[in-house]
């Protein structure tokens, strides 16, 4: 089955830095990428996609990164903002399956 | 455009009391439907989802159960809770089953006591 691990548990930044989130998945044959935000007392919200015919998506001051070679995903937030303190998730979804793995989470920290 | 709601968004309850939790999706129609449990400092754990009407897939075997009574209405029930039952519960829909976006609810938060 899949696993899908975290880097790093919490992420602080200063307002304005760049921040980068990572995720690393298991399954080589994972085809469907998505990360959330999830603010305190509140439901997972959709930030940006990307499917495993691509390398890089970008957003509204979101880019997602995907390398399939070793298996890792990140997500980047330019220009970090304190609204961005959030806990930060990435789900994957296998070829095959229907019920995506979900990381444990990233929180991010924004200092002003 | 779709929204998902979720009631009650708190909810205390004492350990052998009922529970009933509902979930409506609007703006689309047959959705696929789920139930997710978040333990605190844990990811998401998925409880049910549903293909359609009376369709229910249960993934992890609890003393909690489901119900699609009607096509964008999802709802978790128990007979009789556990103390182990606490946690934040989410209902999410998408459009397909597989390589599709979820999309979460608010979220209710039950505390068993």
């Known amino acids: 089955g899949e696993s899908v691990g975290l880097h790093l548990p919490t992420l602080s930044v200063q307002e304005g830095d760049n921040s980068i989130i990572n995720c690393a998945y298991s399954?080589?044959?994972?085809?469907?990428f998505i990360w959330y935000k999830q603010e305190s007392g509140k439901g997972p919200q959709f930030i940006i996609d990307?499917?495993?015919?691509?390398d890089k998506r970008q957003g509204q001051r979101v880019t997602v990164l995907l390398n399939k070679t070793v298996k890792h995903l990140s997500l980047q937030i330019a220009a970090t903002q304190p609204g961005d303190s959030a806990v930060y998730f990435c789900?994957?979804?296998?070829?095959?399956?229907?019920?995506?793995?979900f990381g444990r989470g990233t929180s991010l920290i924004v200092h002003p | 455009s779709q929204t998902i709601h979720q009631w009650p968004a708190t909810l205390v309850q004492p350990v052998g009391s009922p529970l009933s939790l509902e979930c409506t999706v609007e703006?689309?129609?047959?959705?696929?439907l789920y139930w997710y449990r978040q333990a605190a400092g844990r990811g998401l754990q998925l409880l049910f989802y549903?293909?359609?009407?009376?369709?229910i897939s249960s993934e992890v075997p609890q003393n909690l159960s489901a119900s699609r009574p009607q096509d964008r209405q999802f709802i978790l029930s128990s007979k009789k809770l556990l103390l182990s039952d606490s946690g934040f519960y989410l209902c999410?829909?998408?459009?397909?089953?597989?390589?599709?976006?979820?999309?979460f609810g608010p979220g209710t938060r039950l505390t068993v006591l």
């Open positions: 999410a829909w998408s459009v397909s089953l597989g390589a599709d976006t979820q999309y």
């Open positions: 399954n080589s044959a994972s085809d469907y």
């Open positions: 990307i499917r495993s015919n691509m």
């Open positions: 789900a994957v979804l296998s070829g095959g399956s229907y019920i995506p793995t």
């Open positions: 703006g689309t129609s047959n959705p696929n």
């Open positions: 549903s293909v359609g009407i009376g369709q």
